[in-house]
C-alpha cells in the first residue's frame, strides 16, 4: 500500500467555491433536535438544532449550501426567563402549550418555524470567527409569518 503522504494533489478540490455562511435575514427551519443542556454554572437550557430548509428573503445567496449552514439555539431557563421560553416554544409548536417544558423536547423536533438569523462574528471574549456562528434572533410559527410579515 502506498504512502498517503505520496498521493498526488488534484485540482479539483481548488475549483471549488469556498463555503459561504447564510447571510443575516428570515428563514423556513425545521427543528432537527430538542435536548436539555447544562451551563457551567449549573443552569440548565433547552439547545435547538435547526436545519436550514429555504431562504424566505432576496438575500445574495450565491455559494450558500443550506445543508451546511449548522444553526443551534440555547435557551437557558430560569425563573425570570421561563415566560419567554415558554412563549418561543409555543411559536414553534403550539401543542407545547399545556405541557411541561420536558415534554415539550418531544413535540418540537420535526416543527417547521420561520426564523430571523445574524450573524455573530467575535467569541464573547472579542476573537473573531473565521467563519461568522449564525444566531437565531427571532421565531415565527410559518402561519403567523405568512399571515403577518410586513410586521415581522
Known amino acids: 500500500m502506498a504512502d498517503l503522504f505520496d498521493t498526488v494533489i488534484e485540482n479539483t478540490a481548488s475549483e471549488r467555491p469556498a463555503f459561504r455562511q447564510a447571510p443575516a435575514g428570515d428563514y423556513i427551519a425545521t427543528v ?6 447544562k451551563a457551567n454554572s449549573g443552569t440548565q437550557g433547552i439547545e435547538l438544532e435547526f436545519t436550514l430548509l429555504d431562504a424566505m428573503h432576496d438575500g445574495d445567496m450565491t455559494g450558500v449550501d443550506l445543508s451546511k449552514c449548522r444553526l443551534r439555539d440555547t435557551q437557558w431557563v430560569s425563573e425570570k426567563t421561563l415566560p419567554y421560553v415558554q412563549e418561543r416554544l409555543s411559536r414553534i409548536a403550539p401543542e407545547t402549550v399545556g405541557n411541561s417544558i420536558r415534554d415539550a423536547l418531544d413535540i418540537l423536533p420535526g416543527n417547521e418555524v420561520v426564523v430571523n438569523l445574524s450573524h455573530e462574528t467575535a467569541n464573547r ?14 421565531y415565527y410559527s410559518v402561519e403567523w409569518y405568512m399571515a403577518n410579515k410586513k410586521a415581522a
Do not use: E, F, S
Open 32 to 37: 432537527r433536535a430538542a435536548k436539555i443542556v
Open 125 to 138: 471574549d472579542g476573537t473573531p470567527l473565521n467563519t461568522p456562528r449564525l444566531k437565531v434572533d427571532r
